[in-house]
């Protein structure tokens, strides 16, 4: 059984910079397309960033050059570093693991940007 556990998640003035992981186990992590979603109150959840197995990492426009998205294998473990938050950062953040029709979701962690 795949599980992915999030954590990292909390509260940061606007300016401020948070680093969310997400842990999988129940491999094959190395196989995975893995990707970070969020979802603000009374929003659909949204792409925040993805990172293939094999290819090219994608931003949301509206993270690009502030968040980096990153994975170590040999961790089972991928990391979304977020730079320069703003207000409208503020989601429950998830972490996402695709492998052909297979699809993982984690629980997911409360980001707020206030102050």
């Known amino acids: 059984q795949v599980q992915l556990v999030e954590s990292g998640g909390g509260l940061v003035q606007p300016g401020g910079s948070l680093s969310l992981s997400c842990v999988v186990s129940?491999?094959?992590?190395?196989?995975?397309?893995m990707a970070w979603y969020r979802q603000a109150p009374g929003n659909e959840r949204e792409l925040v960033a993805n990172?293939?197995?094999?290819?090219?990492?994608n931003y949301a426009d509206s993270v690009k050059g502030r968040f980096t998205i990153s994975r170590d294998n040999a961790k089972n473990k991928i990391v979304l570093q977020m730079n320069s938050l703003k207000p409208e950062d503020t989601a429950v953040y998830y972490c996402?693991?695709?492998?052909?029709?297979?699809?993982?979701w984690g629980s997911g962690t409360q980001v707020t940007v206030s102050s």
């Open positions: 996402n693991a695709a492998w052909g029709r297979l699809n993982y």
């Open positions: 129940g491999s094959p992590f190395i196989l995975f397309d």
């Open positions: 990172l293939p197995s094999r290819g090219t990492t």
